[in-house]
């Protein structure tokens, strides 16, 4: 009964590079849902995808990221043309439906940017 | 727009002693509320969840409970131990989770 996964869990990049972190949700979940914890802040809420559909893309920034959740395969978070300011830890989290469920987390992806 | 506020932001205890850790939020129409706790540099471990029917949760050594209508929660811990020392988030949904800033507990053998 294998928990939310994330791979990497640390990840170094350049700046100007590109930054791709995998989500593969609970079994038998269906919701997946990014937040990213900048050093000495609280966890902010960036996406929320359904298989092959973006919900909820209110958290995530304008440029460079963007995420999908296709209808094989984990969900991505892709960081195009990483700066400084994109080092942090960025967890996914599951759940079975939408609103009211537990969200279980996964162990995080840490990016660092050089 | 929900604002989740966690007082205090650090606490400090030795062994033994019970802890109280508080959490407000600004729109009371939840679902529910979770806690989380949080390791230095680890992912997220679910604590509890109160439904908002419910007043309290309980696991273990930990009750939380929940006044809607005041817009609080209270996360307690019971007898701590060194192994509590960890960040604590408390967490609002609609569907995506409004954070609390957290409470950083350390617990002094």
């Known amino acids: 009964n294998a928990g939310v996964m994330q791979n990497p869990r640390h990840l170094v990049r350049r700046r100007g590079q590109e930054a791709r972190l995998r989500c593969s949700p609970m079994k038998g979940h269906s919701h997946v849902y990014w937040y990213r914890q900048l050093p000495e802040e609280g966890l902010k809420f960036m996406v929320y995808l359904q298989k092959e559909n973006i919900i909820d893309e209110s958290g995530m920034p304008k440029e460079r990221f963007s995420a999908e959740f296709p209808k094989e395969g984990p969900s991505i978070l892709r960081i195009q043309q990483v700066v400084r300011g994109d080092s942090a830890a960025y967890f996914c989290a599951s759940s079975p439906s939408g609103e009211g469920e537990t969200q279980y987390f996964g162990p995080g992806t840490r990016l660092l940017v050089l | 727009k929900q604002e989740v506020t966690q007082i205090p932001a650090a606490l400090s205890v030795p062994e033994g002693e019970n802890l109280v850790l508080n959490c407000s939020f600004t729109?009371?129409?939840?679902?529910?509320l979770q806690w989380f706790r949080q390791d230095p540099g680890k992912g997220l471990t679910s604590l509890l969840l109160i439904q908002s029917s419910q007043r309290e949760q309980t696991s273990g050594r930990l009750n939380a409970s929940l006044d809607k209508s005041s817009g609080r929660s209270t996360l307690y811990i019971a007898a701590s131990q060194p192994g509590d020392s960890a960040t604590y988030l408390c967490a609002v949904p609609d569907y995506k989770l409004s954070f609390g800033a957290g409470t950083t507990v350390t617990v002094r053998a």
């Open positions: 729109d009371s129409a939840i679902y529910n």
